[in-house]
């Protein structure tokens, strides 16, 4: 009994042992076949990349790129490198040679893949090619109900044609959650903004988006600089979401003009403590004189980020917001008298 016991342990020890070998001999097998694959993409990635830096002197053979764009996931994520690194004749030289091999309809196969990095790599390398086809292909890209992430890579291709995406079809179902470089996004919305200042002021008055994405927005009207979109701005200065009234007030503040002295003396009392430093902010780069008295309320705030940009803005005030200054930090209450004293020292150091 006790022998054919310790047999069937054998056994089974042999057994497992075996097993053992088999996978690691497996994994093994394995790991070769993918760094061999990895080797041959490597290869044929690199013979590409020479091909096309022939192509840059004329001298590019058309036979072997023609049977070279059969990959298109290849041709798109190495014309993306080289792109980075050459640029005006070289570059069109490059995607004119890979015209004439076909590049062009295998990156428009490739943009229709279930994959949604190879979607992205089709978009973005269809935008060196400024053709009415492609850009016709990456506006009905535009319009589908992809990921926010292909149809950034959709408009950022579309402006590098020089055509302007229309930004109805950008943010349709838009998830902020789905972008992971928003600024990708606020960069487009900077160059939409620009070529089609209407539409987008049209957009953000419908304020039918997620708090998040009008916050972009009305941001990006900031940095535009443009006095008609004073009114959208001084509306949304009002909007029920605190981060899109702070970014209002900041853009208001960045635009610099006297007509939102009212809606930024509101916002000093606004009970959000973010909205009321951009307030505090804005009047100081508006150069609101008139308000220096409320911004030396401010100087008590309850928040030490309001109460320092309430000093700082009295010091963009020149000598009223300077003698104002003085006195809080000779007879202020304490934290008045701190943060006027801290930015006084700030500003004469």
């Known amino acids: 009994m006790t022998g054919g016991l310790l047999g069937g342990l054998w056994t089974a020890s042999l057994l497992m042992a075996a097993s053992s070998v088999l996978f690691m001999t497996g994994l093994v097998i394995a790991r070769l076949i993918s760094e061999a694959g990895r ?16 192509a840059m002197d004329g001298e590019a053979d058309a036979a072997r790129l023609k049977s070279e764009v059969r990959e298109p996931r290849l041709v798109a994520r190495a014309l993306l490198e080289l792109s980075t690194l050459i640029r005006g004749r070289e570059l069109a030289a490059v995607t004119a040679a890979l015209t004439q091999a076909g590049a062009e309809p295998a990156l428009l196969r490739l943009m229709r893949s279930r994959n949604g990095e190879d979607q992205i790599a089709a978009c ?42 229309d930004l109805n079809d950008l943010l349709a179902a838009f998830d902020i959650g789905e972008v992971h470089a928003p600024l990708e996004l606020s960069a487009i919305l900077d160059e939409i903004a620009r070529r089609a200042t209407e539409a987008y002021l049209e957009r953000l008055k419908s304020s039918r988006d997620a708090p998040a994405l009008r916050a972009m927005m009305v941001g990006v009207l900031g940095r535009l600089g443009r006095y008609e979109a004073l009114p959208v701005l001084l509306g949304a200065a009002s909007d029920p979401e605190p981060s899109v ?67 700082s803005a009295l010091l963009r005030l020149g000598e009223a917001g300077r003698e104002t200054l003085d006195a809080a930090a000779g007879r202020a209450s304490p934290r008045a008298m701190r943060t006027a004293q801290m930015v006084l020292a700030e500003a004469a150091a």
């Open 39 to 54: 080797a041959r993409r490597r290869a044929r990635r690199e013979a590409l990349v020479a091909d096309m830096m022939s």
């Open 124 to 165: 973005e390398a269809l935008g060196l090619f400024p053709s009415d086809k492609a850009a016709a292909a990456l506006k009905t890209r535009l319009k589908r109900r992809t990921s926010m992430r292909v149809r950034i890579a959709a408009a950022r291709a579309l402006l590098q044609m020089g055509e302007t995406p």
């Open 245 to 311: 009234r702070a970014a209002a007030l900041s853009a208001l503040g960045a635009l610099g003009h006297p007509d939102a002295e009212p809606i930024i003396a509101a916002a000093l009392d606004d009970p959000v403590p973010e909205v009321r430093a951009e307030a505090c902010d804005a009047a100081g780069r508006t150069a609101l004189a008139a308000l220096a008295p409320r911004l030396a309320e401010r100087l008590d705030d309850d928040e030490w980020l309001v109460r320092f940009r309430a000093a």
